[in-house]
Antibody, heavy 119, light 108 residues
């Protein structure tokens, strides 16, 4: 069955960096895009961008340009999200989600990674 | 960016009741690009309806969707206890993809 399994919760200080992983299984990794979605505590869903799992090319939403990096370990069917220079407002749950690029919806989701930024 | 206005923001319903959520877009969207997700407390979002009216795999028939242009709706024909969740609409018609603010469904 199709699964996206993400890494565990993170507690970081402001200014530090964090790297979150999303391991896919049950399908051909390079056939589908991988998207990233942020959910702040008690808030809604915000699309961060996506990575082309075939070419490795990332695309970032405007609010996520600069400190956010999407990358791949394609041989391991894994997508990564790295956030540098963490700020308090980065405290959130980060989901990876498989994208259906034609109709642009997200059909499978990871369980989410809670990142807490606190001094 | 296309803004999606969901209403109501919360619903309290009895088991067996019919509930409808509306999603209004700030610009017209092709029906192929309007989707609905269910997020249970403490869990990840789950695709329920894609392209306005198609149920995702394994989704019970009590869930349905309809709409066109700027106005879309999501209906649960007979609410069950397991349907307690927050429901989000999402558009993929225009970059960036955006989500509605969510509708929280609780049981009476």
């Amino acid at each position: 069955q199709i699964q996206l399994v993400q890494s565990g919760p993170e507690l970081k200080k402001p200014g530090e960096s964090v790297k979150i992983s999303c391991k896919a299984s049950g399908y051909t990794f390079t056939d589908y895009a991988m998207h990233w979605v942020k959910q702040a505590p008690g808030k809604g869903l915000k699309w961060m961008g996506w990575i082309n799992t075939y070419t490795g090319k990332p695309t970032y939403a405007d609010d996520f340009k600069g400190r956010f990096v999407f990358s791949l370990e394609a041989s391991a069917s894994t997508a990564n999200l790295q956030i540098s220079n963490l700020k308090n407002e980065d405290t959130a749950t980060y989901f990876c989600a498989r994208g259906r690029q034609l109709e642009y919806y997200f059909d499978y989701w990871g369980q989410g990674v809670m990142v807490t930024v606190s001094s | 960016a296309i803004v999606l206005n969901q209403s109501p923001s919360s619903i309290i319903a009895s088991q067996g009741e019919k509930v409808t959520i509306t999603c209004r877009a700030s610009s017209s969207i092709s029906s192929n690009y309007l989707h609905w997700y269910q997020q249970k407390p403490g869990a990840f979002p789950k695709l329920v309806i894609y392209s306005t009216s198609y149920r995702a795999s394994g989704v019970p028939s009590r869930f349905s969707g309809s709409g066109s242009g700027t106005s879309y709706s999501f209906t649960i024909s007979r609410v069950e206890a397991e349907d307690v969740a927050t429901y989000y609409c999402q558009q993929g018609s225009s970059n960036p993809p955006t989500f509605g603010a969510g509708t929280k469904l609780e049981l009476k």
